[in-house]
C-alpha cells in the first residue's frame, strides 16, 4: 500500500499544480479573489479523492459513478443557485459590474469543480501531455486576449505542470519525482530571465495586436457602445428624455454615399413611446452578422424573404449602395431596411440587434467604408400598393409576433387622438391605404419648421404637436405618424439616420442637414416600408421632405397605381378643444428605474453562442481532443518510431485491440501462435469478420502466419523485420475495415483512451 501511494504523490502534485495555474489567473480576473482560499481547499480535496480512487480500476468506476451521482443530487437542489451563478457570469463577461460578488463562493466553487476536473483527465500517464499544455496554454491565451499581463505569474504552476507532462512523455522511464523539480526550476528560471518590458518586435507586435483585436471583435464583443442619435445633430434641445424644442442643425460633412436613387439610411429604430420620447428595448442583445448560425434570425430580422419571391418584381431589385465617411460618428452603421448583402471594409466587424439595427465594435471614424445590397421601396413608389396589396394574402408566420410588440401605447393617451387617427383613415380600406392616408394627411395639414416652441414636460408630446402647436420638423411628424398608425392597429416603428438625395452623377454629400426621422410601417406578407410624413419645407434641404418618391409637396401617388384618390384621404378639421390637459399619467410622474428606461446597452446579455470564455473552453476541448486522437493515429506513431521491432509491436497491439472490440481477448498464459489458431479453428467474432470482407469483395483474413511471425519475435531470439511489420500493419487495416459500427466505437474510446491490449 505504501508502494503504491508513493506512487500517485506525483500525479496528484501534477493535478494540483495545474489546477492552480488555471484557477488562481480565473479568479483574479473575475474579482473573485475573496473566494480564493475555499476554492483551492476544494481542489485538494476533489483532486485527492479522485487519486484515491483511481487506485484500481474497480475504484475508479465506482468513485465516477459516486461523482456523478452526487454531482446530479447536488444540482437537484441547488438549481436555482446553478442558475444565479450562470446568470452571474453571463452579466459580468457582458460588462455588468457587481453581478458575480453576490454569488461568488457559489460561483468559485463551480470553477474549482470544474478546473479540478479537466486537470485531473489531462494529468493521467495515458493521456499524454496535450491536454495539460493545451489548457496552460489557453491560460495564457485568455490573459493575452484579455490585455491582462498582470496576472501571468499566477499561471506560472500550470507551465510547470505542462513541462513535466511533456518530459514524462518523451522520456518514459524517467522518474516523475525528479523530473517535477527540474520542471519547476526551468520555468521559474525562465521567468525570472525575462525582462520585465518584454522584448518586443514593432511588426510582430502589430501584428499580434491586430489578431487579438479580431478576435476579441468577433468572439468577446461585450463592451457598452455609443448608440446614434439625432441628438448629435442638433435634435434634442431639451435632452434625450424630451423630444421637441427648437433644433439646430448644422451642415458639416457625415459621409458620401454612392447610390443611384434617394436612399434612407437608418441608424436607430425605437419601439418603446413613454408620452416624452422614443426609447428601444430590443436592441441590448447582440449577434454577429456573419454567424451562419444567425441567418434565420438575420433575414427575418431585415425582411430577406419578404415579399415571397413568386410576387417580387423590379420594384423589389436589389439596389448597391456604398457609404464613406467624412467624418467621426457612433458605432451605428446606416444602411437601408431590406440589407440583403453587407460588406464591410477595413477592420470593420459588424453585428446586428434585435431591433435590425447594425453597428461595429468601435464608433466611427472618417474613411471607413461599408456596402450594402438593398431593395429601396418607399411607399408612394409607383407599383407599392400593389405589390403590398398582393403580398398580403401570402402566409406571414411573424406578423402576430410583430404586431403584438409594435402596437403597444401609453395608456394615457386620450380620445381624440384616436378618433383622429378612426377619421383620417376613415375611406381607406387597406392597411396601406391607411398608412398613407395618415403620411399625406400629416404632410398637409401641419407645418415644417426648426423653430419649434418649448415642450412642455407635462403634456403628451405627440397630443401636443397634433391640437396645440401643429407645427414642427421630422421628430413630430415621425412621432405623430408613428403613434397614429398604432391606434388603428398598424405595427409601426420610429426610426431615425439619414436621408441621402444623389445628385445626377449618382454621388450624395450627407451632412448635419441631412438627419432625419421617419416611420417604418410593418404590412403583413411584405415586411417594413418606409413611410415619411415630414413635408418638404421650402427652399430647404431635400431631406426633409414628405416622400423622396414624389415630387409634389403632397406626396400623392399616380391615381394609375395606386387608388389611393384625394378623396380618399378626409381632411377633418382637428377637435376645438382646449389646450390638451396633463396626461392622467403623465410622464415626468413616471418612476425612475421601471422596466425598460434604462440603457439597453448597459444591461446587456450574450445571447446563446455569446458566453465567449465557455466558447473558447469548449474550443480548447474540442482541439485538444483532436490533437489526441492525431496523436494516437497509429500511422503517425508508427513514424515516430525508431526500431523495426518497436513499429510490429505497435501493429499487433491494434490487431489485438480491434480484436478485443468484437469481444475477442487472449487467455491468461495463450501464446500469440495458440491464439491465433483458435481463432481460425471457428471463432464466431471471427466468421463475422469474414463475412463482412467477403461482402466488401476482399479475401478471409488469415491470421495464423501473423500469430506464428508474434510468438517467434516475443519469445524467440529472433529480429523483426519490415515485411513483418508490413503483415501487421496489413492485418490491422483490413480489421478495421471489417468492424461493424459498435466495435468501432469500443475501438476509438480505447484508442482516444490510451487502453493497452490485454496481455
Known amino acids: 500500500m505504501g508502494i503504491k501511494l508513493r506512487d500517485h504523490v506525483p500525479p496528484l502534485a501534477l493535478t494540483l499544480l495545474l489546477s492552480a495555474g488555471l484557477l488562481l489567473p480565473l479568479l483574479f480576473a473575475l474579482e473573485l479573489q475573496g473566494s480564493m482560499t475555499a476554492a483551492l481547499l476544494l481542489c485538494l480535496a476533489l483532486s485527492t479523492g479522485l487519486e484515491l480512487l483511481s487506485f484500481s480500476r474497480r475504484g475508479a468506476i465506482i468513485g465516477a ?43 468559485a466553487r463551480a470553477l474549482a469543480v470544474i478546473v479540478t476536473l479537466l486537470s485531473f483527465a489531462s494529468t493521467r500517464r495515458s493521456a499524454g501531455c496535450l491536454g495539460g499544455v493545451l489548457l496552460a496554454i489557453g491560460a495564457l491565451l485568455i490573459l493575452w486576449l484579455g490585455d491582462r499581463p498582470d496576472l501571468t505569474p499566477f499561471v506560472l504552476p500550470a507551465c510547470v505542470a505542462a513541462l513535466a507532462l511533456y518530459l514524462l512523455e518523451r522520456h518514459g522511464d524517467a522518474s516523475p519525482a525528479r523530473i517535477l523539480p527540474w520542471s519547476a526550476a526551468l520555468v521559474l528560471l525562465a521567468w525570472l530571465l525575462t525582462p520585465a518590458s518584454g522584448l518586443v518586435n514593432p511588426a510582430l507586435k502589430e501584428k499580434a495586436d491586430e489578431f487579438r483585436q479580431s478576435v476579441m471583435d468577433r468572439l468577446f464583443f461585450t463592451e457598452p457602445r455609443d448608440v446614434f442619435s439625432l441628438s448629435s445633430e442638433g435634435y434634442y434641445p431639451q435632452g434625450m428624455s424630451q423630444l421637441g424644442g427648437p433644433a439646430n442643425p448644422t451642415d458639416h460633412r457625415v459621409m458620401q454615399v454612392s447610390t443611384p436613387k434617394t436612399v434612407y439610411l437608418r441608424g436607430v429604430t425605437m419601439n418603446a413611446y413613454d408620452g416624452r420620447s422614443w426609447r428601444n428595448t430590443l436592441g441590448g442583445r447582440r449577434y454577429l452578422w456573419d454567424a451562419s448560425g444567425m441567418a434565420s434570425s438575420r433575414g427575418i430580422l431585415f425582411d430577406q424573404s419578404l415579399p415571397p419571391q413568386n410576387l417580387e418584381s423590379a420594384l423589389m431589385a436589389p439596389t448597391d449602395v456604398s457609404i464613406r465617411m467624412l467624418g467621426s460618428s457612433a458605432s451605428t452603421l446606416f444602411v437601408p431596411q431590406r440589407v440583403r448583402t453587407l460588406r464591410a471594409g477595413g477592420d470593420l466587424v459588424p453585428y446586428f440587434s434585435l431591433a435590425s439595427e447594425l453597428f461595429i465594435t468601435r464608433n466611427l471614424a472618417a474613411g471607413d467604408t461599408w456596402a450594402v445590397s438593398a431593395p429601396l421601396p418607399l411607399a408612394g413608389d409607383a407599383g407599392v400598393s400593389i405589390l403590398v396589396e398582393a403580398a398580403a394574402a401570402a402566409e406571414d408566420p411573424h406578423f402576430e409576433d410583430v404586431k403584438e410588440v409594435y402596437t403597444a401605447l401609453p395608456s394615457h393617451l386620450e380620445e381624440p387622438v384616436w378618433q383622429l387617427a378612426a377619421d383620417v383613415t376613415a375611406s381607406a380600406s387597406t392597411p396601406y391605404e391607411k398608412a398613407f392616408a395618415l403620411q399625406t394627411w400629416l404632410s398637409r395639414n401641419y407645418r415644417y419648421t426648426l423653430d419649434a416652441a418649448v415642450q412642455p414636460a407635462d403634456l403628451d408630446f405627440v397630443t401636443h404637436f397634433l391640437f396645440d402647436t401643429r407645427e414642427g420638423y421630422c421628430t413630430y411628424f415621425a412621432s405623430a405618424m408613428t403613434v397614429l398608425c398604432r391606434m388603428i392597429g398598424l405595427p409601426a416603428r420610429y426610426v431615425e439616420g439619414y436621408m441621402a438625395v444623389p445628385n445626377e452623377r449618382g454621388e450624395a454629400i450627407v451632412t448635419g442637414l441631412d438627419a432625419h426621422a421617419w416611420t417604418e410601417v410593418y404590412l403583413k406578407g411584405f415586411g417594413w416600408l418606409t413611410f415619411d410624413a415630414t413635408p418638404r419645407r421650402a427652399g430647404g434641404n431635400a431631406s426633409e421632405s414628405a416622400s423622396a418618391g414624389s415630387d409634389s409637396a403632397s406626396a400623392t401617388p399616380e391615381p394609375a397605381q395606386d387608388p389611393i384618390l384625394e378623396e380618399a384621404t378626409p381632411t377633418p378639421a382637428p377637435p376645438e378643444a382646449s389646450p390638451t390637459p ?34 473558447l473552453l469548449l474550443i480548447l476541448l474540442a482541439l485538444g481532443g483532436a490533437a489526441r486522437w492525431l496523436w494516437t493515429d497509429p500511422g503517425r506513431k508508427e513514424s515516430r518510431l525508431s526500431t523495426e521491432e518497436e513499429r510490429f509491436d505497435l501493429w499487433w497491439t491494434q490487431v489485438m485491440l480491434r480484436l478485443q472490440s468484437v469481444g475477442v481477448s487472449r487467455q491468461r498464459g495463450e501464446t500469440p501462435m495458440s491464439f491465433t489458431r483458435r481463432l481460425q479453428s471457428g471463432e464466431a467474432a471471427l466468421s463475422m469478420i469474414h463475412q463482412r470482407l467477403a461482402r466488401m469483395g476482399q479475401p478471409p483474413l488469415s491470421l495464423i502466419p501473423l500469430g506464428e511471425c508474434a510468438s517467434l519475435l516475443h519469445y524467440g531470439r529472433v529480429q523483426a523485420q519490415p515485411s513483418d511489420t508490413a503483415l501487421a500493419r496489413e492485418t490491422a487495416l483490413a480489421l478495421k475495415k471489417a468492424l461493424p459500427l459498435k466495435a468501432r466505437l469500443r475501438y476509438a474510446v480505447n484508442r482516444f483512451g490510451g487502453r493497452k491490449a490485454s496481455p
Open 65 to 107: 459513478i459516486a461523482l456523478s451521482a452526487g454531482l446530479l443530487l447536488w444540482l437537484a437542489g441547488s438549481g436555482a443557485m446553478v442558475r444565479d451563478v450562470a446568470l452571474a457570469f453571463s452579466l459580468h463577461l457582458s460588462g455588468v459590474a457587481g453581478a458575480l460578488p453576490l454569488v461568488g463562493g457559489a460561483a
Open 582 to 615: 396633463a396626461p392622467g399619467n403623465p410622464p415626468a410622474d413616471e418612476p425612475e428605474g421601471e422596466e425598460g428606461d434604462e440603457d439597453p446597452e448597459a444591461a446587456e446579455v450574450v445571447p446563446a453562442g455569446g458566453f465567449p470564455w465557455l466558447l
